[in-house]
């Protein structure tokens, strides 16, 4: 009889079984990975979202660069901080200082004389040849509004006589007489002067009148030229 070793098993192939397992384990393994770079890319396009949404938010409330905080004269009055001013008279009056010089730093009470001046230069009245005026004390004010420290705009008000008003911006400048349109678009003009003053509105101008008043004698002005007395031809040097 003839001996025969036992049976060998092939070492170099698998059983169904062990295929199967195999693929499965390496399915799993695909899935796995699969949805770690799936996370991975979800959380990344999620942070450069978030980055851009940031980056949009912080331009669109950055203050822009635009002409508003740059604004002068008329364009500016609702920037005007405060206004300085000044208060001379040729006739000295008895109820009140010759000079006065006043500073108002409320906001409110500034923008309110401001657009009083713009409303009436915006509304421009021109006397045609000679008119009489009421009688001139020589009261007038000059100042300067301003946004903190930067000038916005400087004004004269000639409060007696005639009354004339100008403001002026850089080279620009726009001036009427109070006449009829300036002074109706201005109604305010003589009280919101006292409020910055702090004074009675009866001291602003003496007399108090927003319109010529051709019966009283007084001084006569001619647009084409200097005030002029009544009676004379002669002007004022």
């Known amino acids: 009889m ?87 008279m040729h006739l000295i009056q008895p109820d009140r200082p010759s000079t006065l010089n006043v500073t108002q730093r409320k906001p409110a009470m500034v923008q309110a004389l401001f657009r009083d001046f713009c409303n009436a230069v915006s509304h421009p009245d021109q006397a045609k040849g000679v008119v009489a005026c009421p009688a001139d004390f020589g009261t007038a004010y000059t100042g300067t509004f301003y946004d903190g420290t930067r000038t916005l705009a400087r004004f004269l008000y000639t409060a007696s006589g005639c009354q004339r008003v100008s403001i002026i911006s850089g080279s620009k400048t726009q001036s009427t007489l109070m006449f009829s349109n300036a002074a109706k678009a201005a109604p305010s003009l003589q009280a919101d002067m006292a409020a910055v003053l702090g004074v009675p509105e009866s001291q602003v101008a003496q007399p108090a009148t927003g319109a010529v008043d051709t019966a009283t004698p007084g001084n006569t002005v001619n647009p084409g030229g200097p005030i002029k007395p009544a009676g004379t031809s002669k002007p004022l040097r």
Request: net charge positive; glycine share 12%; hydrophobic share 40%.
């Open 2 to 88: 003839e001996l025969t070793g036992p049976a060998l098993r092939p070492t170099g192939m698998m059983t169904p079984r062990h295929v199967r397992g195999t693929a499965v384990a390496g399915l799993v393994c695909l899935a796995l990975a699969g949805c770690g770079s799936s996370v991975a890319s979800s959380a990344s396009s999620a942070g450069q979202a978030a980055g851009t949404s940031t980056a949009s938010s912080a331009a669109s409330s950055a203050p822009s660069s635009g002409t508003a905080s740059t604004a002068v004269g008329c364009a500016s009055v609702s920037q005007a901080t405060s206004v300085a001013v000044h208060r001379s």
